[in-house]
């Protein structure tokens, strides 16, 4: 019996062995479960500091619309639900009135414009009418009866003729004709004193005198003419006609000046009209319109109607709700904070956000004011934490959240569980597996611990070394 034993046992050693290795694990296992030795091996981590919140969506731009007057409600412009875009008109009171008002007033304004600028056109027309009769005598004046006078009484040649119609100064021109070379049949003419020029004589037509509109020509032939000087006095005060001219142009500028003076006064009647009158006219438009303002409601944003609370007929009265509007575009989410979380939040931090209606799908926001008084909340103090949302049009108003904030983070340091550090006073220990089975206390620093119980250690440990705990 014993033989066939040992037998059995030499043909299935192997198999033992494997079975008392299984037993060995499992009683290690089971002393583990049962808390009396644990290890862990020191790694590297990142380790977060969060605070899980939650809240709902809500939009930042909301608001209850009513009228700065009483009424009686005369028209509304949209219905529930109906998208309105700023500075809609949503409802009106009966203005029907002050609308006839204002057109009367309006078109009062307007005619008043209208003679306005008929007056200053007028104004404009006469000044440069008159302008223009007295510059044509002024230039009749210059022009009419010149005659040259010789420098000398020898000259054989007759007075050369002048025409045209000036348009320079007073003054005097002295005249010279000269034959530059005595083989060349040309003849110069130059002028001095009004201006000096010099241009060759045209045989076949008046030559230009100077540059102010007159003309010269000569009735003989020009070899007579041959170095001769002659003035030319403009205007020619000597002549029978010059002072009939002259009467003729300052009759022209005393009828200028009287009828530019009376068309200035007319135009000058209606400017002091719009600095008195018309301002007053302009004062009661704009009193009008104000007063069509206060009976108007005016979207004060792109949004969604949400509330009609009057019909038409009903009477409304000052600053009665009447129409309320939430603005779709402006959407944010509202946390809810415990009074031990809010200090703690950063100013401007980045939130991790998730929501009931998206399963799976995260969502990013930043939080941009913390509301400083309390909101009671199941008879407990809470505070409203407003994260601006980056646009989705999935997202709606009234939508459960939930938000996840950082306050601190850590990455890529020596971390372990913290239910493994031992406290001792103010100073930290942890048990270290050694190389030949036994175990080491050490005194570790720790940094940052994050939510979920992992804690930094900043000295006293390296990585890989193994952590051990004994109850």
């Known amino acids: 019996m014993i033989t066939k034993i040992g037998g059995f046992i030499k043909k299935r050693k192997y198999i033992l062995i494997s079975l008392c290795i299984l037993i060995i694990l499992a009683a290690l296992v089971f002393k583990s479960n049962n808390g009396m030795v644990e290890s862990y091996t020191v790694e590297r981590a990142d380790i977060k500091e969060t605070v899980a919140l939650s809240g709902k969506v809500e939009t930042s731009a909301k608001a209850d619309l009513g009228f700065a007057v009483s009424g009686r409600l005369s028209k509304i ?4 639900n109906e998208l309105v875009s700023e500075r809609q008109i949503l409802a009106q009171l009966e203005v029907d009135d002050l609308i006839a008002d204002l057109r009367i007033k309006e078109a009062n304004s307007k005619t008043f414009d209208i003679d306005l600028k008929y007056a200053k056109d007028k104004l404009e027309q006469i000044t440069s009418q008159e302008n223009e009769k007295v510059t044509n005598v002024y230039r009749s004046l210059m022009t009419l009866d010149l005659e040259l006078t010789p420098t000398s009484n020898t000259y054989i040649a007759t007075t050369p003729a002048i025409t045209g119609m000036y348009n320079g100064e007073e003054g005097t021109y002295k005249v010279i004709i000269s034959r530059e070379d005595p083989s060349v049949d040309d003849f110069t003419l130059r002028t001095f004193g009004l201006e000096k020029t010099s241009r060759l004589i045209d045989k076949e037509k008046p030559t230009p005198l100077g540059t102010k509109g007159l003309y010269i020509s000569f009735p003989d032939n020009l070899e007579d003419y041959a170095d ?5 006095e403009i205007p020619n005060k000597s002549s029978t006609s ?3 001219n002259y009467n003729a142009y300052v009759e022209a500028k005393n009828d200028k000046d009287l009828k530019i003076k009376d068309a200035m006064s007319e135009y000058d009647l209606l400017l002091s009209k719009e600095g008195d009158g018309l301002s007053v006219a302009e004062a009661e438009i704009q009193k009008i319109k104000a007063e069509i303002k206060k009976n108007t409601i005016y979207a004060p944003f792109t949004g969604l109607v949400t509330n009609i609370e009057k019909e038409v007929g009903e009477n409304a009265g000052v600053g009665e709700r009447i129409i309320s509007i939430l603005g779709e575009g402006n959407l944010e989410v509202v ?3 415990s009074e031990l979380d809010v200090s703690k939040l950063p100013a401007s931090g980045s939130v991790q956000l998730a929501f009931d ?3 799976g ?3 990013s926001g930043i939080l941009k004011t913390i509301n400083s008084r309390e909101t009671v909340l199941d008879g407990v103090p809470v505070y409203e934490a407003f994260v601006e949302l980056r646009f989705d049009p999935r997202i709606k108003t009234g939508m459960s959240a939930s938000g996840v904030i950082i306050l601190n983070e850590a990455t890529d340091v020596l971390a372990l569980p913290s239910y493994l550090v031992k406290k ?5 220990f942890v048990l270290v597996l050694s190389p ?5 206390k050490r005194e570790i620093t720790l940094g940052l611990t994050g939510s979920d119980s992992m804690a930094e250690v900043l000295t006293g440990l390296t990585e890989g070394e193994q952590i051990v705990s004994s109850e």
């Open 361 to 363: 799908e995260e969502f």
């Open 436 to 440: 030949d089975g036994g175990t080491e």
């Open 335 to 337: 946390l809810q904070v």
């Open 424 to 428: 001792e006073g103010d100073k930290n």
């Open 77 to 80: 412009y949209v219905a529930n």
């Open 357 to 359: 209606a998206f399963k």
């Open 228 to 232: 001769t000087i002659w003035y030319l």
């Open 242 to 244: 010059y002072l009939a």
